[in-house]
């Protein structure tokens, strides 16, 4: 089941959310109520080989983040 990222127009909140199927029911926020929502694109995480640290944006991995594209995780590719 995937999980999206969400965020409330009214509060300005983000938050997750499993979403089963294609159901376009808004989503309400968990902090509001509102369903004034809106799915954000979440950022890729790319592993350099391996178990353990190595994520792309880890802080010990000497990366700012983002994946192999790029280095602030808004490229095409990181979408």
Known sequence: ????????????SEFE?????NDDTPVACPDCGSD??????S???????GF???FADDPS?????G???CTGGDCSSCG
């Open 17 to 21: 959310e499993i979403v089963i199927g």
């Open 36 to 41: 004034k929502t809106e799915k954000l694109i």
């Open 61 to 65: 991995s000497g990366s700012s983040g």
């Open 67 to 69: 994946c192999a594209g």
């Open 43 to 49: 950022r890729c995480k790319h592993r350099h080989g």
């Open 1 to 12: 089941m995937p999980i999206f990222e969400y965020k409330c127009s009214k509060c300005g």
């Open 52 to 54: 353990g640290p190595g």
